[in-house]
């Protein structure tokens, strides 16, 4: 951004055109137990997967304990970060990227897609 150094480019939600411009902006994450907020944060990135391990350790930080409990949607879900919230023991409730998709009629009967194969 011209006028802001900072600011990554980014889809957002209200596309009143309805083109896919991108504009600039940051991905604010907040933080919350108990309906209130406990941390926030701005990140440049456009994904929330690669915000929620360096969103997890600024909670950290500023409480000097790791969140007992996870709860996102499918935007967070990484094998990194399922990784990084079981080594630090957190509850996660998290789902994976593909879980709206492998919910679909056409994907499930497909038994030569990668996703289903059996693994014994």
């Known amino acids: 951004s011209k006028t802001d150094n900072d600011?990554?480019?980014m889809r957002m939600k209200e596309d009143?055109?309805?083109?896919?411009?991108?504009?600039?902006?940051?991905?604010?994450?907040i933080g919350t137990e108990n309906q209130f907020i406990t941390d926030f944060a701005l990140f440049p990135n456009p994904t929330d997967t690669l915000t929620l391990i360096p969103f997890?350790?600024?909670f950290s930080n500023r409480y000097?304990?790791?969140?007992?409990?996870?709860v996102a949607d499918s935007g967070y879900g990484s094998e990194e970060n399922y990784r990084f919230m079981s080594e630090n023991g957190m509850e996660a409730?998290?789902?994976?990227?593909?879980?709206?998709?492998?919910?679909?009629?056409r994907f499930k009967p497909d038994p030569?897609?990668?996703?289903?194969?059996y693994y014994n």
């Not at 009143?16 to 994450?29: C, E, H, I, S």
């Not at 990227?97 to 679909?104: A, C, D, G, I, S």
């Open 56 to 58: 997890l350790q600024s």
């Open 112 to 117: 030569f897609k990668a996703e289903n194969f």
């Open 7 to 9: 600011a990554t480019f």
């Open 16 to 29: 009143a055109m309805r083109n896919g411009q991108t504009k600039p902006g940051y991905n604010l994450q």
């Open 93 to 105: 409730y998290v789902k994976y990227n593909y879980f709206h998709m492998e919910q679909r009629p």
């Open 64 to 70: 000097d304990r790791m969140a007992h409990t996870v």
